[in-house]
């Protein structure tokens, strides 16, 4: 069984906040995350069991009565009328930590809730599909942030070297459990049916999405622009929609976890900063899927690559810290000279830009647009140039490359 990062930090967390929400997009092991935490002390219940959820609607006081903390609840979105009662059982047994454990892959319906009902009393944590350090057997490696103390560390540690086709094979599978402990296979039933599924319950029914099939060609016209700024009326015409349903569409996919809008790096300095934030998907394979890929090598070779190796280098990125239980300070630059950096993580007053590039042979000169971080009047660190070479290596004192598996 590949251990979760998260799984190390449920105790702490736990111990401090009376509730403790995973929330992610289906299939990822949000169940079995929190089924595989202290067993012996929760009892667990589905809301994907109708009679049990209809019991969580109808008559929550009976429902908790029933199931009584401390006590995991799957897919809690299905009832949020459980809110309010779980915020009075808190409130009766103040002082009382680690008493519901909830999971949810519908974040508007749970956020709207933990809002009106659970502020101050639940923690929220994001998980995603497997990260390569999971999958590689290091679930206790910090999250990504290349300062010197990183970058030493990283450069005496020989990682094991990954070829070209490995990172594309890894794209191509993407980070579901299923997938992964399958080791890949039967990968196109497994999309095809979470799609299936993805669609008839939560668009379809909590979202009252009705022209499924146009919505189908929505997320795939989102695919093929990961890595992309977002262009909200160009999908919308591509698609044949007006641009207001594309807004509330994309809104869908980002609430169910399968992307994320990356907000360009501004602290109103200058306004030449381009506004528009960059679409990713959070599953490359899912992606791959989408945009129609035969197999590894015409994806590695295609149009799309090196878009989708920037999609997996920010997954993994994001996986790092939200599996660590901490939120990143992490955005993009643009401006309207068209400089560009892929990646600025920002902490402690320091900004780190990142550059992500397809070449066993990284060039210096990826990395010409760092220097116009400076202007921020902040500590700008070495630029990181990620790369498939297989070594740490400084291409200048301030340059540094990396392998995109060393995250």
């Known amino acids: 069984m590949i251990e979760r990062t998260l799984q190390k930090h449920l105790s702490r967390i736990a ?15 949000k169940s079995t995350l929190l089924e595989n935490f202290n067993p012996e002390k929760y009892e667990e219940v589905s809301l ?3 009679n049990e959820r209809e019991q969580a609607i109808n008559d929550p006081a009976l429902f908790l009565q029933n199931h009584q903390p401390p006590v995991l609840i799957d897919e809690v979105q ?7 009662y ?25 956020m709207q809730g933990i809002r009106e009902s659970l502020a101050g009393r639940v923690a929220v944590l994001d998980l995603l599909g497997f990260s390569e350090n999971e999958i590689q057997g290091f679930p206790d490696k910090p999250p990504f942030l290349p300062d010197e103390c990183w970058l030493l560390t990283a450069k005496r540690q020989k990682t094991p070297a990954k070829t070209v086709q490995d990172i594309f094979t890894d794209i191509w599978n993407g980070s579901f ?51 992309q700024l977002l262009n909200m009326s160009d999908m919308a015409k591509d698609v044949g929609i007006d641009a207001k349903t594309a807004k509330t569409w994309l809104g ?8 994320y809008l990356l907000q360009p790096y501004s602290n109103n300095i200058t306004n ?14 899912l992606c791959a899927y989408l945009t129609g890929w035969d197999g590894v090598k015409s994806m590695e070779a295609g149009a799309m690559n090196g878009a989708l190796l920037e999609t997996y280098v920010f997954a993994e990125i994001l996986k790092s810290y939200w599996h660590n239980a901490k939120q990143p300070q992490i955005y993009f630059y643009r401006d309207k000279d068209r400089r560009e950096i892929d990646f600025v993580i920002e902490s402690d007053n320091t900004l780190y830009p990142i550059e992500v590039k397809k070449s066993v042979l990284p060039d210096k000169r990826a990395g010409k647009n760092f220097d116009v971080l400076k202007t921020f009047q902040k500590n700008v660190a070495a630029g990181v140039i990620l790369s498939l070479k297989s070594e740490v290596f400084y291409l200048t004192e301030n340059i540094v490359s990396v392998p995109v598996w060393a995250i």
């Open 272 to 285: 030449r900063i381009v506004k528009t934030p960059k679409i990713y998907f959070l599953d490359t394979g």
């Open 86 to 110: 779980i915020k009075l059982y808190v409130d009766k047994h103040k002082g009382e930590n680690g008493l519901f454990l909830l999971t949810g892959s519908q974040k508007f319906s749970l």
């Open 15 to 29: 111990a401090h906040f009376p509730v403790v929400l995973v929330t992610g997009p289906r299939q990822v092991g």
């Open 177 to 227: 459990p299923r997938v992964i402990n399958n080791k890949g296979q039967d990968r196109d039933i497994f999309y095809s049916s979470y799609l299936q599924t993805y669609i008839e319950r939560d668009v379809k029914t909590a979202y009252n999405v009705s022209d499924i099939l146009t919505f189908k060609n929505f997320v795939r016209a989102a695919a093929a622009r990961t890595g």
């Open 48 to 50: 994907d069991d109708l």
């Open 252 to 259: 869908v996919l980002e609430m169910s976890g399968l992307v």
């Open 78 to 84: 299905y009832a949020p009328q459980l809110f309010g």
